[in-house]
């Protein structure tokens, strides 16, 4: 019985990911969403799972829980994703990453994302020029990881973000500011499941970003969720022979911010759905049944009855990916992102491929979307990279 309703779960998970497309979408929208960004190139060309992968120096954006299971001493990581290149040429994501395992039972990482929107030019209302500015959004993590038994590790971040977009635009602009924090567990485990080859199986769970609202105006009230996001997945490794491995993950995902209700465009008041101007703690919790279960149906003109428990099935974004190692040198990867139609309808494959020698590491992705809407992916047809330094010796 259980097992028939494992079953029928994954199917619905399924229809909702096919369907969806004559409804107009109800996306769910959050203040600072750079901090959602994958700054991870292996994570990246792996259908955007990380968080039950094998552990690396960039794991505090998937599973910071992964560092205590690092094999190296000391990893130091530095990224650059480029954003919206189709664009603009000057808007992307640096990151710096640094981890070190005091002992096989204890790890402490750190972090530092910084996005550029590139520069902007400023014109009055007879297109007089104002000036340009350089709008940023930055934010600092620290993390700290144990052991919590043979196999299993949890850890705690914390993270400050701070958001400058409207610097001296407005006589009430200021820049925003949130505290947040990530718990995350991992487990890791030899496994002998398979005759010919020894075989590692691995899951993971973590919630990002719980934290405060966030405000840009001093005028007022209005605050801002940031994505705080519900994050599960496993992953198999399979040891071939002596010189190839080969791995496999899979990852779901939620926004933990409520669901935005379906308001009478006249009145404002809420026909379906829930009020989502709440308190964190409880966005949080609401963001699990808060649903409409109504849409807007583009062919008849009328709002369509969905179903609450479909459309929180359409909240759930479904990741795949698969890494190829010869003789921990050289990998190649690949992975298929999902999102529905009635959330934001994001579709793409992934690639890439790493390099390994002695201490230094490259990483390098690749998406290509593969819906009908083009632009839809702000990184689509853009290349991305990760540079890793892994020094001070293995662990003891």
């Known amino acids: 019985m259980k097992a028939k309703k494992v079953l029928i779960a994954a199917l619905m998970m399924v229809a909702a990911a096919a369907y969806g497309q004559s409804y107009t979408p109800n996306v769910i929208t959050t203040g600072v969403p750079f901090v959602s960004i994958n700054p991870d190139s292996r994570g990246g060309a792996m259908g955007d799972c990380g968080v039950a992968t094998s552990p690396d120096v960039y794991s505090m954006h998937y599973n910071a829980a992964k560092y205590v299971f690092l094999p190296d001493k000391l990893s130091i990581g530095l990224g650059y994703s480029p954003w919206l290149r189709a664009l603009v040429p000057d808007m992307g994501l640096a990151y710096l990453a640094g981890a070190y395992t005091i002992n096989d039972r204890s790890a402490v990482a750190a972090s530092l994302r910084y996005f550029s929107p590139g520069v902007i030019e400023y014109r009055g209302q007879d297109n007089n020029y104002l ?45 925003g500011i949130s505290v947040a924090a990530d718990i995350s567990v991992y487990y890791l485990r030899a496994v002998e499941w398979f005759s010919s080859m020894d075989a590692d199986f691995s899951w993971g769970v973590s919630i990002n970003n719980i934290g405060s609202k966030i405000n840009y105006n001093t005028s007022s009230s209005r605050r801002d969720f940031i994505p705080t996001t519900l994050r599960a997945g496993a992953g198999l490794k399979l040891e071939l022979d002596e010189y190839n491995s080969l791995g496999f993950t899979f990852d779901v995902s939620k926004l933990l911010v409520p669901t935005p209700p379906i308001k009478d465009p006249a009145t404002g008041t809420i026909l379906y759905g829930m009020d989502n101007d709440v308190a964190v703690v409880q966005g949080i919790i609401q963001s699990f049944y808060d649903a409409p279960g109504y849409s807007w149906d583009q062919s008849a003109y009328e709002y369509a009855h969905i179903g609450k428990f479909y459309e929180e099935l359409c909240e759930i974004n479904i990741g795949a990916g698969i890494e190829y190692w010869y003789n921990n040198i050289f990998a190649v990867r690949a992975g298929y ?47 991305r990279f990760n540079l890793t330094y892994s020094m001070g010796g293995k662990k003891s």
């Open 337 to 383: 992102f999902n999102e529905t139609a009635l959330k934001g309808n994001r579709k793409y494959v992934t690639l890439g491929a790493a390099l390994k020698y002695n201490v230094f590491g490259l990483d390098v992705s690749y998406l290509i979307p593969v819906n009908t809407v083009a632009g839809s992916n702000p990184l689509e047809n853009t290349l």
């Open 131 to 175: 000036g340009t500015y350089r709008p940023n959004e930055w934010a600092i993590d620290a993390a700290y990881s144990r052991m919590l038994g043979d196999y299993l590790s949890g850890a705690v971040t914390g993270r400050f973000i701070y958001s400058n977009l409207i610097q001296n635009q407005s006589d009430y602009a200021r820049a």
